[in-house]
């Protein structure tokens, strides 16, 4: 266990603020919208985004070897659409393997995280 996760799960236990809590899925729960033109699923080396073009965009993180994602609690139950979950819950991953440095952007939204380029997954 990392200590950004020790901090992210501290941090969601003692604020009661489920938004931090990871949930991890199958990376192959992307191909479907990487599939798709109505979708855009971008990356750097350790952090992600699927955007429904005009409807809603999900952040996620990428652990090493990039065969797993993880995605915060609270966006999946608030960003995720209803049409969607079922999808991702096929996908749920069998160990929880996590990036680092999304858990270190989600501690400081507002701070600077240099994590590569931004490019087409």
Request: glycine share 4%; net charge negative; aromatic share 8%.
């Amino acid at each position: 266990m990392t200590d950004y996760l020790r901090l992210v799960t501290r941090r969601a236990l003692t604020q009661n603020d489920p938004a931090l809590l990871q949930v991890g899925f199958d990376a192959k729960v992307l191909d479907r919208y990487r599939e798709s033109s109505a979708y855009s699923v971008i990356r750097t080396d350790t952090v992600g985004r699927i955007k429904r073009q005009g409807a809603w965009s999900l952040d996620f993180g990428i652990a090493p070897g990039d065969a797993v994602i993880h995605v915060p609690w609270h966006a999946l139950a608030t960003i995720l659409p209803d049409a969607e979950r079922e999808h991702w819950a096929t996908h749920t991953a069998a160990t929880l393997e996590l990036s680092e440095m999304f858990l270190r952007m989600r501690l400081a939204p507002a701070a600077c995280h240099d994590d590569g380029e931004v490019r087409a997954w």
